[in-house]
């Protein structure tokens, strides 16, 4: 069974376009997170939710929106898709009481052209 | 504030050839810290952690521990394998629902 999954796993899109990305985790865990990784395979945080409620939104711009409709899942929404929007996404899930550890899905590699 | 400093890839060796990964931190109090791999094409996957200063984390023959006077955590393997060939991030993290802070990865290509 897929612990944390990701759709679609591969985007292309053209400038300009609105697209959605879908995480979901079967762990039962509180928390996700949204995780950036550019082309030199820097990872760096976006966003991340705790039962619902929005913990961290890092200083990305307002056209990222995640929507969380329930606590196993959490989804990116993108408007006005730019090229340097092109990366790796990844999603994560955690438990609090469980020792730190972040699941990873197996990331959406979002092309903007 | 907290940030993870590893040393540069790539790295290159040959099959059954020791690895050293480098791994210091900076942070206030004390992370737990963590390795974790990525095979090319795939996502992250947890290789081992350590919580406490002295822990020693181990997994499939990669072993890192938890040194708070140096503020390290090298991981090292002792014979690596063509398999091993992957990016390895060190990463901490403070407490539990708080964002992992990433190294930028370091590239093993391992040849037989």
């Known amino acids: 069974d897929t612990a944390v999954s990701q759709t679609p796993k591969y985007l292309v899109t053209q400038m300009g376009n609105d697209k959605s990305i879908k995480c979901e985790q079967n762990l039962g865990h509180d928390t996700m997170y949204w995780y950036k990784q550019d082309s030199k395979k820097f990872l760096k945080i976006m966003f991340s939710y705790n039962n619902k409620e929005l913990i961290i939104n890092e200083t990305v711009p307002n056209r990222f929106s995640p929507k969380s409709p329930d606590k196993a899942h959490l989804n990116l929404h993108i408007n006005s898709l730019e090229l340097g929007d092109s990366a790796v996404y990844f999603c994560?899930?955690?438990?609090?009481?469980?020792?730190?550890?972040?699941?990873f899905g197996p990331g959406t590699r979002l092309t903007v052209t | 504030g907290n940030s993870v400093t590893q040393m540069e890839g790539p790295v290159t060796l040959s099959e059954e050839a020791f690895l050293t990964i480098n791994c210091t931190y900076t942070a206030t109090g004390y992370p737990s810290l963590f390795w974790y791999v990525q095979y090319p094409g795939e996502g992250l996957q947890l290789l081992l952690k350590a919580t406490k200063a002295d822990d020693k984390g181990s997994n499939k023959g990669f072993e890192a521990t938890y040194r708070k006077e140096t503020t390290s955590f090298h991981l090292e393997k002792g014979s690596v394998q063509v398999s091993d060939s992957a990016v390895y991030f060190c990463?901490?993290?403070?407490?539990?629902?708080?964002?992992?802070?990433f190294g930028k990865g370091t590239t093993l290509s391992v040849s037989s």
């Open positions: 994560a899930s955690s438990q609090e009481s469980r020792n730190h550890e972040q699941y």
């Open positions: 990463a901490l993290v403070y407490q539990a629902g708080t964002a992992l802070i």
